[in-house]
């Protein structure tokens, strides 16, 4: 073996990395400078551990986690990056559930190491899900290209594709990947769209991929916005005209806008798709399942004023009338043996106190109705007012969530399937990338301060140029491989056409 390569190899092994509990310190009052901010979270006991790097100055940089039983795990520090080793930081959460821990940052500084205020991270009795997906995509993008769909282990750093796109342009294959969804947090059954080249709805049941084409004569457009049904065959979609607006001077940089949309319920097994609101009065979007299957919440905007408006010049007249587009969260009961709707009633009013409402999802108790709310419209992903509130659907209380917001646009979330964490993508960083936030929400309903998803190199969600969109929990992976999906992807000639069924 060539002497540089066993050199290479010495290097990359040992790394550089140390590791030490200084013996003795002085104690410093200021709180250690760190990124990611984990200082003070509840965490769940089956999470990736938490590594953080230490921004201030010093010749050499150590971290401990103290149990309130007295056993300690030290980091392996390379440079001012401190790594928890994982096996015994998995040992360490597993025997300290609905413990507190203590963690001290160390500097060593003219050659005496300093101590950090400590701070605590809370283990909570409850698990997460063990893998999330989402999608990878640049902010601001022309081209549908170098984005995909992808799962990753929370209990560990590994992060697999689910599907990628072209990396490279080609007008004939340039295509989008989109609003992927689950069955009641089971990856078996899942759809995601594929818009532009090789364009369809993607549908997984049992191992088996097809495409659809989602579009019917009697149906205002494709289906956009899925929820599966938690235990029948059938998705909700909401049907849309989309468009965008790119802001020269706004915070918010991107509208995102509905000149016309519905609601449209799509039996998978029938093949069959149903108009299940379609009105010239409302824009409604964003449906989502209650839990038990027997109610379907909605956001619904009354835009009379664009009844009458030809398709021609609907598109310029919704532009100008953006600011005063609001919506509410709507629902309707759901009769699954008729498989009926109700008529839509009102669960939160926000168009009257000029707010709008976007995202409704139900906690997997029925308890809570999770949605985010801005000033207008009902993409929030850049607007930097945007935060998570909550109703309490047994009191009929709305709160915001003071303690999982933050400053910046907090858009689409999800429930754990225990209904004890929630997770959020929110451009609360910078305001430009999209990153997952975790927040545990407890028994009593009480939201707690957000971390953002950990890796690794704790410097790695700072680096990745990509946002993170649509995080889904699941509490099992996808097993359909990538080159199964490409496959049915660019198989146009066998993709299916879905049937209209005419409502009695």
């Given at each position: 073996m060539?002497?540089?390569?066993i050199l290479?190899?010495?290097?990359?092994s040992c790394g550089?990395?140390?590791k030490e509990?200084?013996?003795?310190?002085?104690?410093?009052?200021?709180?250690a400078?760190?990124?990611p901010?984990y200082?003070?979270?509840?965490?769940?006991?089956n999470i990736?551990p938490?590594?953080?790097?230490v921004?201030t100055h010093?010749e050499?940089?150590?971290?401990t986690?103290?149990a309130?039983?007295g056993?300690q795990i030290v980091?392996?520090?390379?440079a001012?990056k401190c790594?928890f080793?994982?096996?015994e930081w998995?040992?360490?959460?597993?025997?300290e559930k609905?413990?507190?821990l203590s963690?001290?940052?160390y500097?060593?500084?003219?050659g005496?190491?300093?101590?950090?205020?400590p701070y605590?991270l809370?283990v909570a009795p409850?698990?997460?899900?063990s893998f999330?997906?989402y999608?990878?995509?640049?902010?601001?993008?022309?081209l549908?290209?170098?984005?995909?769909?992808?799962?990753?282990d929370?209990?560990?750093?590994?992060?697999?594709t689910?599907?990628e796109n072209?990396?490279?342009?080609?007008?004939?294959?340039?295509h989008?990947?989109?609003?992927?969804n689950?069955q009641n947090f089971?990856?078996?059954?899942m759809l995601?769209?594929?818009?532009a080249?090789h364009g369809?709805?993607v549908?997984?049941?049992?191992?088996?991929?097809?495409?659809?084409k989602?579009?019917?004569?009697?149906?205002?457009?494709?289906?956009?916005y899925?929820?599966?049904h938690?235990?029948?065959p059938?998705?909700?979609f909401?049907?849309?005209n989309?468009?965008?607006?790119?802001h020269?001077a706004?915070?918010s940089?991107?509208?995102v806008?509905?000149y016309?949309?519905?609601l449209v319920?799509?039996d998978?097994?029938g093949n069959?798709?149903?108009n299940?609101?379609?009105?010239?009065?409302?824009?409604e979007t964003?449906p989502h399942?209650a839990?038990d299957?027997?109610?379907?919440f909605?956001?619904?905007?009354y835009?009379?004023?664009?009844?009458?408006v030809p398709?021609s010049?609907?598109?310029?007249?919704v532009?100008h009338?953006i600011?005063?587009?609001h919506?509410?969260v709507?629902?309707m009961s759901?009769d699954?043996?008729?498989?009926?709707f109700?008529?839509?009633?009102?669960?939160?009013a926000?168009?009257?106190r000029?707010r709008?409402a976007a995202v409704?999802?139900?906690s997997p108790d029925?308890n809570?109705l999770?949605y985010?709310?801005?000033?207008?419209?009902?993409f929030?992903?850049?607007?930097?007012?945007?935060?998570?509130?909550?109703?309490?659907?047994?009191?009929d209380?709305?709160r915001s969530l003071?303690k999982?917001?933050a400053?910046g646009p907090?858009?689409y979330?999800?429930?754990s399937s225990?209904?004890?964490?929630?997770?959020?993508a929110?451009?609360?960083?910078?305001g430009s990338?999209?990153?997952?936030?975790?927040?545990?929400?407890?028994a009593e309903g009480?939201d707690h301060?957000?971390?953002?998803?950990?890796q690794?190199d704790?410097e790695?969600?700072f680096?990745?140029?990509?946002?993170?969109?649509v995080p889904?929990?699941t509490?099992?992976?996808?097993?359909?491989?990538p080159?199964?999906?490409?496959?049915?992807?660019?198989?146009?000639?066998?993709?299916?056409?879905?049937?209209?069924e005419?409502?009695?």
């Open positions: 060539p002497l540089i390569f290479l190899l010495f290097l990359v550089g990395m140390t509990a200084p013996a003795s310190h002085t104690p410093l009052q200021e709180e400078p760190i990124y901010d200082r003070d979270v509840a965490i769940p006991w990736a938490l590594n953080v790097m921004d010093g050499a940089f150590a971290a986690i103290t309130t039983s056993k980091a392996q520090v390379d001012n790594f080793e994982a096996d998995r040992e360490l959460l597993e025997a609905g413990n507190n963690v001290t940052i500097a060593k500084r003219s005496a190491w300093k101590s950090f205020r605590t809370y409850e698990p997460i899900d999330l997906s999608r990878l995509i640049e902010p601001s993008y022309e549908y290209r170098q984005l995909g769909l992808y799962q990753r929370l209990t560990s750093f590994e992060e697999n689910i599907y072209n990396n490279t342009f080609s007008a004939d294959d340039n989008c990947i989109n609003c992927h689950y089971d990856a078996t059954n995601f769209h594929v818009r080249s369809g709805t549908f997984v049941a049992n191992g088996t991929a097809k495409k659809m989602m579009t019917a004569d009697s149906v205002l457009a494709n289906s956009v899925p929820t599966w938690p235990q029948l059938l998705v909700a909401s049907s849309n989309t468009g965008q607006v790119f020269l706004d915070p940089k991107v509208e806008v509905d016309a949309s519905d319920l799509y998978v097994q069959a798709i149903t299940v609101l379609r009105t010239k009065d409302y824009l964003f399942w839990p299957g027997k109610r379907l909605f956001c619904r905007a835009t009379p004023q664009l009844a009458a398709d010049v609907r598109a310029d007249r532009i009338l600011d005063s587009m919506y509410d709507m629902s759901f699954p043996v008729t498989r009926t109700g008529a839509p009633q009102l669960e939160v926000c168009a009257s000029q709008s409704p999802r139900v029925g809570y999770l985010t709310e801005g000033v207008r419209g009902q929030h992903i850049w607007h930097p007012e945007a935060d998570l509130y909550v109703k309490d659907l047994r009191t209380s709305v003071t999982a917001s400053p907090d858009s979330h999800t429930w225990n209904g004890r964490w929630i997770v959020v929110s451009r609360r960083d910078e990338y999209s990153r997952v936030y975790i927040a545990y929400f407890d009480n301060k957000a971390f953002v998803l950990p690794y704790p790695h969600n680096c990745r140029m990509k946002s993170y969109n889904e929990l509490r099992n992976a996808v097993k359909t491989t080159d199964q999906l490409r496959q049915v992807i660019y198989d146009d000639a066998a993709m299916q056409q879905v049937v209209y005419a409502k009695e």
